[in-house]
């Protein structure tokens, strides 16, 4: 990233937006970007010293990287209730009865061999026991995460 200033030290309030954009930031939120050059040039000067500028974006992704953790949060609690749909008797493990009652359920027509093959896939080693972990890699190769 090129910034031309005539001063190292500082970046000019036009050019935040693009530096954090570099940084990989969201930059989307006008709201969000107000509220950041307000913190940044409270005294509306045009420039922003760069010591503040990286105080300020390293509490933004602390931030970012909090509310990241809460979505995990949040997935994982989803994946937990949709596991828990096809493991009915809450025994940690989904078995092809529960596959086959979830697709009847569903109305799938899927045949008896099908179902079998969606286990071992999900399975891997341990055949015809598909525990959390693993319905989570099948969630991911979906790529409903």
Same mark, same amino acid.
């Given at each position: 990233?090129? &910034?031309?200033?005539? /001063?190292?030290? *500082? &970046?000019?309030?036009? $050019?935040?937006?693009?530096?954090?954009? %570099?940084?990989?930031? #969201?930059?989307?939120?006008?709201? =969000?970007?107000?509220?950041?050059?307000?913190?940044? /040039?409270?005294? $509306?000067?045009?420039? +922003?010293?760069?010591?503040?500028?990286?105080? *300020?974006?390293?509490?933004?992704?602390?931030? /970012? =990287?909090?509310?990241?953790?809460?979505?995990? !949060?949040?997935?994982?609690?989803? &994946?937990?209730? %949709?596991?828990?749909?096809?493991?009915?008797?809450?025994?940690?493990? &989904?078995?092809?009865?529960?596959?086959?009652?979830? %697709?009847?359920?569903?109305? =799938? !027509?899927?045949?008896? !061999?099908?179902?079998?093959?969606?286990? #071992?896939?999900?399975?891997?080693?341990?055949?015809?026991? +598909?525990?959390?972990? /693993?319905? !989570?890699? +099948?969630?991911?190769?979906?790529?409903?995460?």
């Amino acid at each position: 990233m090129f &910034i031309s200033t005539a /001063d190292p030290e *500082v &970046i000019p309030t036009i $050019k935040v937006k693009t530096a954090m954009r %570099a940084l990989g930031l #969201d930059t989307t939120s006008s709201s =969000e970007m107000s509220s950041i050059l307000s913190t940044l /040039d409270g005294e $509306k000067t045009g420039s +922003v010293e760069w010591d503040t500028f990286l105080q *300020v974006m390293a509490l933004k992704l602390a931030h /970012d =990287e909090e509310s990241g953790d809460q979505t995990t !949060e949040r997935r994982q609690r989803e &994946i937990r209730r %949709a596991f828990e749909l096809f493991d009915s008797e809450g025994r940690g493990v &989904i078995t092809l009865s529960d596959l086959r009652r979830v %697709a009847r359920v569903l109305g =799938e !027509e899927c045949s008896e !061999e099908d179902l079998q093959e969606m286990i #071992d896939e999900a399975a891997g080693t341990r055949a015809g026991q +598909v525990y959390l972990k /693993d319905f !989570e890699l +099948v969630m991911q190769r979906a790529g409903v995460l």
